[in-house]
């Protein structure tokens, strides 16, 4: 796929809604669009990208776009800002659309689920205009629905935590007889589309039979179905591979020694490993015998005697990919050469033992432990404070921040500054009027 470049001359970070050039003015055009430009890894991609000399504009929704460290970023060649989410998912695919003729751009590359999933609906449409980064459709099925992610793990003899599909929340204790407690109530889909609009689902931990429905039922009013699976308590670490057309590209490892929230979901600290063998060649098998091409994150965790367990395949950039970045595995170029059509570069080697910090994550993740006291994967806030303070000690390069590129980390301090004091505001007046 090869669109025409049109160069211009500016490079002058616009924020700005539905603007077509007007005629006989040059049409801007763009080597990379990064959507979901809220999201760290889009900051890490358009850095990557933009660092090499390739032309970067980013993209987000009105609601997410105030203030964003990604459009600050001296790479951002250019911000746009597309129709809210409440205006429904048609809007933003036709903005997409609109915006791709008026200023095109070779690679979209995108690092929500929600996204991920309105590409794929529009696959046909949207790859007209743009080569998306994304893996085949029956790849991306597999990846997006646990059930069959876990079916095919088993089928390749990869261990998986005993689980429970649950379909109504009556079917919970029951569920519950089997898996034991603690246990996590997982959605069988993280993001499922409503009538106009997308919802997120995350997995909850449960404590008591109690939490475990509640739980349940919270999937089930957001249209939504889950697991009951069993609590794995041990180490959580994670395989990034880029595989296409047959071979693997790059390999990357990373433990995570915090995340937000405590249960899991994104690391807050976290530090490169060289490729443990047993998950290192499990992942593989999984995205080999699924064919899953471009990036995946392959998860696991570990029981307290050292075995792996199988979370979850990520079929687009992970939050935490800058650490993969930074110690020498550049994953987003690697997507755009692959969604190019470039050749792409194999990764022999990068650095080990390389710590990497999200501050405002550690922060909640750290002060949850005082609410969420004495919850499995939860320690205690003396201990999580103590940690929190030491990890000052140790050399790590921190998300955001990167003395090449400063705005976007002022952003991100400017922006943490104001929902700090957005919640101190709202506790005050809630007790004090309410
Ligand atoms: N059975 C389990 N035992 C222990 N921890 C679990 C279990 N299932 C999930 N987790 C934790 O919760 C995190 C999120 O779960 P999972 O990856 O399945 O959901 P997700 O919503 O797709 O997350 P992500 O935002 O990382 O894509 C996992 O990374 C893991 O740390
Ligand atoms: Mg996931």
Known sequence: MSLPIHLSSSSEVQTRNEQVPQQGTPIKAYDTLVLDAHLRQSLATVRSLGSRGLRVAALERAELAAHLPTFASRWCQEAFVAPSSE???????????????????????????????ILRQHRERLSRHAGLAIASESALDMAVQKERTLALARELQINVPIGVPIRTSS???????????????????????????????????????DEARSAVEQVERLGGTSILQQFVPGRCESIHLFYARGEVYARFAQWAKRTQPP?????????????????????????????????AEVEFRRSVAGTPYLMEINPRLSASVEVAV????????????????????????????????????DLLTTLQTITQRRRASVPPPSRAISGFLASFLVPAHYDYFDWRDLKPGLAATIDFGRVVARRLRRDFFSRRYL
Request: net charge neutral; charged share 20%; glycine share 10%.
């Open 87 to 117: 205006q429904g998912i048609e809007a933003y695919v036709q903005y997409l659309e609109t915006r791709l003729r008026a200023t095109p751009a070779r690679v979209l590359i995108t690092s929500s689920d929600g996204t991920l999933e």
């Open 171 to 209: 079917e919970v204790s029951e569920a519950v007889r089997t898996v034991g407690l603690p246990a996590v109530v997982k959605p069988t889909r993280s993001w499922i589309f409503g009538e106009q609009t997308g919802v997120r689902l995350n997995c909850q931990l449960a404590m008591t039979v």
């Open 263 to 295: 249960l899991g979901g994104t690391s807050v600290y976290r530090q490169s490993i060289a490729v443990p063998e047993d998950i290192g060649e499990q992942a593989e098998r999984l995205v080999r015998a699924a064919q899953l091409e471009g990036y």
């Open 326 to 361: 930074r110690a020498g595995v550049d994953f987003p170029h690697l997507l755009y050469q692959w969604a190019n059509g470039d050749p792409i570069d194999r990764v022999k080697t990068y650095h080990v033992g390389m710590w990497m910090r999200y501050l405002q994550g």
